[in-house]
């Protein structure tokens, strides 16, 4: 039996993929109680998001991630389902996320994705009202 409080657990960073009103996103989540330091993120292969227009993997968010607290979640549109699928690019994808610990020690974690599991979900394509203005 361990003497004292439990200790806190360090931070544990990965890629997750999220749909929310019709709109697929790509979320790094800290999903431990320590900070994750010095996050980068590998996407094998590259994805294209927003019509095909951007390469996501030369986002900052994926490149130079210098803090990600604890519990935080930090996220960028990926795609509609429906753009994804009809621009027929790889639905499969390797997220690898690596980060510093407070102690100094480095973190790993690969997450395999398929993004055609979403294919046969029912979304509806809407538009997003424009915010009002203040």
């Known amino acids: 039996m361990a003497d ?3 200790q806190p657990r360090e931070a544990d960073v990965l890629v997750d993929v999220e749909l929310e009103h019709g709109v697929l996103w790509l979320a790094v989540v800290n999903l431990g109680e320590l900070p994750a330091h010095r996050v980068r993120v590998r996407l094998e292969p590259p994805l294209r998001g927003l019509g095909g227009t951007k390469r996501l993997d030369r986002l900052a968010l994926f490149r130079r991630l210098e803090l990600l607290a604890p519990g935080r979640r930090i996220r960028t549109v990926l795609d509609r389902p429906s753009l994804l699928f009809a621009r027929e ?3 499969r994808f390797r997220a690898t996320a690596t980060w510093l610990t407070d102690a100094g020690r ?3 974690r690969a997450v395999e994705h398929d993004l055609e599991i ?3 979900l029912a979304t509806i394509d809407r538009e997003v ?3 009002a203005q203040a």
């Open 118 to 120: 979403y294919r046969d």
């Open 106 to 108: 480095r973190g790993r």
């Open 129 to 131: 009202p424009p915010r």
């Open 89 to 91: 690019e790889p639905t």
């Open 4 to 6: 004292g409080p439990p």
